[in-house]
């Protein structure tokens, strides 16, 4: 079975539309883009797209790359204590000279729709998150969609990174799936991986995982984007896996969407949030 992401985030967007639609709201995110990266401006234009499509308003802070960490977070405290501004979004990564820790602890946690402020991440790993990484969080949202069991399973994530991995492990622990973490030190990754029945690969490494490191039957979510000959792929050697795997997200296609669909559920919901706290 392929897990057609494409699919499953379109109907996420409709659903947001329409909450923000009966909601009489209009949420409000705001980007933070600090520099030129090509790659970096796509992502950034792709989630203002999608926020006009789900009538949630969006609003750019475009900034040089030449700008200090001091100056940044001049930027994230004025749209912390903007009361239009529902979420902050800080297009990650920062230019080197940005402290970009610095810069995270810096939004306001309610406003951080990203999930990546140390209290949304303890919020998460205590198991009652607020704010789920929207990568992670679209993952999970494929799943159900797609009915696949997580409660009892055994899931192997590779990776460990503050937006991919630990959020992944920690939400399919909240959900019952016994989990290991994988990364660069890992002794005998294909040993660990051979007996996971949901394997989430987030390691940026182009399709090294092969048909003989997965389980028959496994349910295969590739999180990588790489370029290899000039051609986008994941880390999954998708065209071998997929006679093995019991079901697969493909690249483009998979992950990606849903990672922008995430993104808008989380504005919502912080949009939400503000309105009833606010509330006399
Ligand atoms: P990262 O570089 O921060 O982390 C990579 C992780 O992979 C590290 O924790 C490292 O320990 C682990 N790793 C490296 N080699 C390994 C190996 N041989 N075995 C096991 N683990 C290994 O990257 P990231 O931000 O987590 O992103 C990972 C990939 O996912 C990248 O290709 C990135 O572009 C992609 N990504 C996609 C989306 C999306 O929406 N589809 C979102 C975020 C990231």
Known sequence: MIIDGRMVAAKRL??????????????????????????????????????????????????????????????????????SVDGILVQLPLPPQVDTSRVIQAIAPE????????????????????????TPKGIMTLLDEYHIEIRGSRALVAGRSIDVGRPMAALLLHRDAT????????????????RADIVVSATGKARFITA???KPGAVVIDVGINYLDGKLCGDVDFDHVKDVAGAITP?????????????MENTYKAAMERLCTNVP
């Open 14 to 83: 409709d659903l947001v539309r329409k909450q923000v639609d009966e909601s009489g709201c209009r949420p409000c995110l705001a980007t933070v883009l600090v520099g030129e990266d090509p790659g970096s401006k796509m992502y950034v234009r792709m989630k203002h797209e999608a926020c006009e499509k789900v009538h949630i308003i969006s609003i750019k802070a475009d900034m040089p790359a030449t700008l200090t960490t001091e100056e940044v977070l001049i930027k994230i405290r004025s749209l912390n204590t903007d009361p």
């Open 179 to 194: 989990v290991t973490i994988a990364h660069s030190k890992t002794r005998d990754l294909r040993e660990e991986m051979k």
């Open 212 to 214: 003989d490191m997965v």
């Open 111 to 134: 406003k951080d729709v990203d999930g990546f402020h140390p209290c949304n991440i303890g919020l998460l790993y205590a198991g009652t998150p607020r704010f789920a990484p929207c």
């Open 251 to 263: 690249v483009p296609g998979g992950v990606g969407p849903m990672t922008i669909a995430s993104l």
